[in-house]
């Protein structure tokens, strides 16, 4: 049923229940095709009218839903980096990293939608490339720790790059294959610092053993 006009004041609240209702259709379909304006406006409880009354087409609700999504990423990736960062280059790197893999663990439709949804909605930039401020993020953090001399030379572009696809496939096969007995986060965090960016095993600011192995489990509690 079609809710009732809002008041004026509300129109904010609309438009922030319509980026909800696409997000989480996003989410569940997996397919921007098949998120539709009556789909939308049916999670949402309004008419195709009152959502052309803040966004001009799908794609643009598409757009800002994806964008809102990639700011929040950011925001919380940033700030955590930004608290540990009184304990050097690496530890902000590591913090940012583990925001970025507890961020993904607590909302996971919101990440889906940005990285394994179909889209056909752009999001390129004005320079006409496709990276975010999450990622430029994590270039600068990687940056930081070869300026402090605790990683091996290189493009820091390309080992964010390098590092970003890691810690991606990380945060989707823990949510994919959670009775995987997967490492504590910190330790597959600290070996993708090691390996990727080349900082040697007393640089982590970590006091969990790394390489630690995990609680043995029986092959048949694993989900193939």
């Given amino acids: 049923m079609a809710r009732t006009r809002s008041v004026r004041g509300e129109g904010a609240r609309l438009r922030g229940e319509l980026l909800d209702a696409a997000e989480r259709l996003l989410a569940e379909h997996g397919d921007e095709r098949s ?15 009152a959502l052309y009354l803040h966004f001009p087409d799908k794609q643009t609700l598409i757009r800002e839903v994806v964008m809102r999504g990639y700011d929040d990423l950011a925001r919380t990736t940033a700030a955590a980096a930004k608290d540990a960062r009184d304990a050097g280059a690496v530890a902000a790197l590591r913090a940012g990293m583990l925001a970025y893999l507890g961020w993904a663990e607590r909302h996971p439709g919101r990440y889906r939608a940005l990285f394994d949804a179909r889209r056909e909605t752009q999001l390129l930039r004005a320079d006409g490339t496709g990276t975010s401020v999450a990622f430029d993020g994590l270039v600068a953090r990687v940056a930081a720790v070869q300026a402090a001399g605790a990683a091996r030379a290189g493009d820091p572009v390309r080992i964010a790059t390098l590092l970003w696809a890691a810690e991606h496939g990380l945060a989707t096969l823990r949510a994919a294959r959670d009775r995987f007995p997967w490492p504590p986060a910190e330790e597959l965090v600290d070996g993708l610092i090691m390996t990727v960016v080349g900082v040697p095993v007393e640089e982590l600011p970590t006091s969990e053993p790394v390489g630690r192995e995990p609680p043995a489990r029986s092959r048949s509690s694993l989900v193939s």
């Fill in 35 to 49: 998120v539709t304006i009556r789909a939308i406006v049916g999670q949402a409880g309004v008419t195709p009218p």
